[in-house]
Each structure stands twice: as C-alpha cells, then as structure tokens.
C-alpha cells in the first residue's frame, strides 16, 4: 500500500517545487543557496515522470539523447554531496523518514519544508539556514524513489574534507577569491590565470582556466587523470563535452560561486538551453550554464552532472524549433536527435 504522506508529496507539479524552493531561498545560507536550485535542475521531477510513464523507458532515453548516469535512485546519499548540508544527511532522512510514517496529507511546500527544517535543525543541533537546503532535497528524493528505498539507503555521508571542513561563511569567502597573479599581477591583461573547482559525482578538484576561456576549453587540457574511467562522458578532461558548439547539451554545469565571473549567455547559449531543457533561469548570470559558451574571469565553482539529455521539446514542450548548427562531425548525430526531438515525432 502507498503511504499517504508521499501520494500527497506526488501531486506537486515540478513547477511547484521550484517555486517552494524559491520563495525558502533568502532564508537558506549563501554557502547552499545556488546548490539548492542546481541539485533541482539535476533531478528533474517532469523528465523523472516522463520516463517512468514511457512504455519502454529505454527506447525514450535514446530519443532524448540521455547519456549518463540519471536518477536519485542508486545515489539517495550521495546527490547531494555539493551542498553544504550534506554533512547533516543522516538526522534529514531521520526525520523525513519519520514524517512520512506518521503524517497523512502535506499542505503548503515551503510550509512542509520548513516544519521539516525545523525538526532536522533540532536534532542535528545546527541552525535552520544550513540544514534548509538539504530538507528540501530530502523531501523530493523520497518522492522520486518512494518510502520504501528512502528508509532502505543507509544514510551514510562523507566527512569535510579540505574547504568543505571550513565554516560555511569560510566557503563562501574562499569561492569568492581568485588566483593570485603574482607581484606584478597588476600589470597583466590577458594572460591571467585563474582556477575551475569542480565537483562531480566520483571526483573532485580544480584545472587552470586563461582569463577569458572558456571552460570546457581549460578542461579540455586537464590530463592529470584518467577521466573516462570515472566517467564514461569524459573523452577530455573532466568535463564532458562534445561538440563543443551549442548544439548538443553533453557540458551543462552548475555554477555553486562566482557565477557573476563568467560571461553572460548569449542568445544562442540561451536558445539551446531551452531545446536541451535545463530549465536554465533567465537571470543576467544564470547559474546554469554551458562550460563550452561560458567564458571565466575569475575562479568559479562548479558541480558537474551526471547525465546529460535533449528534452526541452518533449518533456518540456516549450521548443517550437531549432536553428542550432553544430560544427563538428560527432555534433551530427546530436543534431539529428535534436531534429527528432524538436519535432515531436
Ligand atoms: S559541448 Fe555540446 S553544448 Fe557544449
């Protein structure tokens, strides 16, 4: 038998959960307040159902073009590792857990998340600006993989280590530094250098970018490892990239600091988000992006997803056509997706 708690939590339309999440924002501390919205974007509730009710849901990730690793289900303690409130994982699903045995019916969203913020936040003995983010990320995994898997993941987390074992406040200060340039860093102009931070499901680090690359460009350099054998995407470096034009969705990132350091989209940056279905918010400097469009200016934190898909069209619906003209060999194949997608056949 279903639980009550989580059918009432499946009625919230995607749409519902963003707006819940967004109006908690001001309230949730800095250090969480992009990974919140990214982590929500990685995990899409509407591309979730579409699949799930798809006849053949493999048939359906090949027409999205789904490469990757999608899914909260095999990682219920681990999706979450770029928020700050990772750290608090195992009282979250405590409480979470306990809440959805003990409750019939969920009225308000952000008044659900909140109640839940504020149970966690007393048995975790932090405040609620820090544990916030997590709540709301407890709260939708349960509803994407259902009671019985959210109690059967043993809650387990990582340690800090390194910057994430500083304060919340130390983070963001750090995220905000850039490289220095050296004694006479003043004099430089175009060849400064600074740092990528990122974060991917298996790894974590950091490559040089030139001021004013673009970051799939700089990562493309990054031979320190073996990538492809902790991520299959990873042909070059450790983010995944393909055409490298725009055209075929493999480098979206999130921006968790310094998002106001990189270029701002353009219109075609802009458009293809739409035709791959990021959701990207039409912010000045979105924290969603495209590493192959976004040009750096300072150091920048980003977390890298699992997955990459085209579904802007059929999950979505908000893409009448593409103009989108990839320019190399292996971007044809995407495009030709892209064209089945965006016709609807
Ligand atoms: S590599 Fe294809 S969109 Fe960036």
Not at 86 to 99: A, L, S
Not at 125 to 134: D, N, Y
Not at 175 to 186: E, T
Request: negative net charge; contains cysteine.
């Amino acid at each position: 038998m279903g639980n009550a708690f989580v059918g009432a939590l499946e009625k919230k339309a995607e749409a519902e959960w963003l707006k819940a999440v967004g109006s908690l924002l001001p309230d949730i501390h800095e250090v969480d307040r992009n990974a919140v919205q990214i982590w929500f974007r990685f995990y899409p509730l509407d591309l979730l159902n579409y699949l799930e009710s798809s006849d053949d849901p493999e048939e359906a990730m090949k027409g999205i073009s789904m490469t990757g690793d999608f899914g909260v289900l095999d990682k219920i303690d681990t999706s979450h590792r770029f928020l700050y409130g990772h750290r608090y994982w195992p009282q979250v699903k405590e409480v979470i857990t306990k809440r959805a045995e003990t409750m019939d019916g969920v009225g308000d969203l952000a008044n659900e998340i909140r109640t839940l913020t504020h149970l966690a936040s007393v048995k975790a003995k932090t405040s609620e600006p820090l544990i916030m983010a997590i709540c709301a990320v407890g709260l939708m995994s349960l509803v994407q993989v259902g009671l019985d898997e959210f109690r059967k993941a043993p809650g387990a987390i990582e340690q800090p280590q390194g910057l994430w074992a500083k304060s919340p406040d130390e983070i963001v200060a750090e995220r905000a530094k850039d490289d220095s340039q050296g004694i006479f860093g003043f004099l430089k102009t175009v060849d400064k250098k600074f740092s990528i931070h990122f974060k991917a499901f298996e790894s974590e680090g950091k490559f040089p970018i030139i001021n004013d690359e673009e970051i799939a460009s700089a990562s493309q350099k990054d031979h320190s490892r073996d990538w492809q054998s902790l991520d299959y995407r990873c042909w070059e470096g450790p983010v995944p990239i393909e055409c490298t034009s725009a055209s075929c969705g493999t480098c979206w990132v999130g921006v968790i600091g310094g998002q106001e350091k990189l270029t701002e989209p353009s219109p075609r940056e802009r458009r293809a988000m739409r035709v791959f279905g990021y959701n990207q918010p039409e912010e000045q400097k979105p924290f969603i992006r495209l590493a192959c469009q976004a040009r750096a200016n300072g150091n920048v934190h980003i977390v890298i997803p699992p997955w990459n898909a085209v579904f802007g069209k059929k999950v979505r619906g908000n893409v009448e056509d593409v103009e989108l003209e990839p320019v190399t060999t292996s971007a044809k194949k995407l495009r030709e997706t892209i064209a089945t997608a965006t016709s609807g056949e």
